[in-house]
Nanobody, 117 residues
Framework: QVQLVESGGGLAQPGGSLRLSCVAS????????MGWYRQTPEKQRELVAT???????NYSNPVKGRFAVSRDNAKKTIYLQMNDVTPEDTAVYYC???????????WGQGTQVIVSS
């Protein structure tokens, strides 16, 4: 059974930092591209950051320069370091695991991030 379990969400003050984690099980983690997405009630789910099996990263413009995605294949975990957060970063953050060449995609259940003073 495939599971992606996010953690690390919570309340942060503007300008603060959070570190999200996503632990995978039931998949050969090292051969999956991984990503972080976020969603609010007002918006569709949107890309935050991705990291490939070769550790190539990509970021959406709103988070570029503030967020950093990384992976630890030994721990089957990806991370999202969120720095200098703003209220606009408030959302439910989801991780996913993808093998686009096979049309495979898995999602976690999400972790809530709230940025507020």
């Amino acid at each position: 059974q495939v599971q992606l379990v996010e953690s690390g969400g919570g309340l942060a003050q503007p300008g603060g930092s959070l570190r999200l984690s996503c632990v995978a099980s039931g998949i050969a983690f090292r051969v999956f591209d991984m990503g972080w997405y976020r969603q609010t009630p007002e918006k569709q789910r949107e890309l935050v950051a991705t990291i490939t099996t070769s550790n190539l990263t990509n970021y959406s413009n709103p988070v570029k320069g503030r967020f950093a995605v990384s992976r630890d294949n030994a721990k089957k975990t990806i991370y999202l370091q969120m720095n200098d957060v703003t209220p606009e970063d408030t959302a439910v953050y989801y991780c996913n695991a993808r093998q686009p060449q096979y049309g495979i995609i898995y999602w976690g259940q999400g972790t809530q991030v709230i940025v507020s003073s």
